[in-house]
């Protein structure tokens, strides 16, 4: 699935296939390169979800933007992407490059363009989603290629360094080890708030959360 009929080669397909025929298929094919258009414009998450032709499509297109997947390229360099199991390079569709550069995760890697689009596409469709949620205020998010244990660890490690002083962290109880695992690893105490049973539904104490924080 990738971009190889464009226009150029919808109109030397008619030379083959009835106008009439070939001219449907290139206006659904206009359609879908419309909404990569409206997307990497508007960057932001589309008003209607993509059918899965349309991603994949995308996702071929992107891959063939990373020099891994040039055509006659032989990959030898240090930062050069390879994969010898075809499972495992279509689970990835091809992408074998990763994001980031020197320890940055949100620095283009120079071999991947496509890669590298996509991330940067990937954190503002992200942000675009922090915001609908009611989290206006936000002016940039990152996407961490982290477990979530680990991604909570790195969030309230990065959180420590713009506090130093701080020691706790406030936690309503979920029934899930991993947050609490997670703030004990970075050598934080967790102040434990109980939830509210109300009726069928289990609910957060706000009220103790804000006492916690004033506390």
Known sequence: ?????????????????????????????????????????????????????????????????????FLDNVGVGEREGRVFNSLVRERHFGMTHGVGRSGDLTAEQPKAAGSSLLSKITHLMALHALKISGLESASSCVILPLATGMSIAVTLLALKSTRPLATKVIWPRIDQKTCLKSIQAVGLTPVVIPNLLDGDEVRTDLAAVEAALAA
């Open 1 to 69: 699935l990738t971009s190889t009929m464009n226009e150029a080669n919808f109109e030397l397909a008619q030379g083959l296939v009835s106008r009439r025929y070939v001219k449907p298929a290139s206006d659904a094919r206009k359609r879908r390169d419309g909404l990569v258009t409206t997307l990497l414009s508007q960057r932001r998450m589309p008003r209607e979800g993509w059918d899965d032709t349309s991603i994949r499509m995308l996702l071929a297109d992107l891959a063939a933007m990373d020099s891994n997947n």
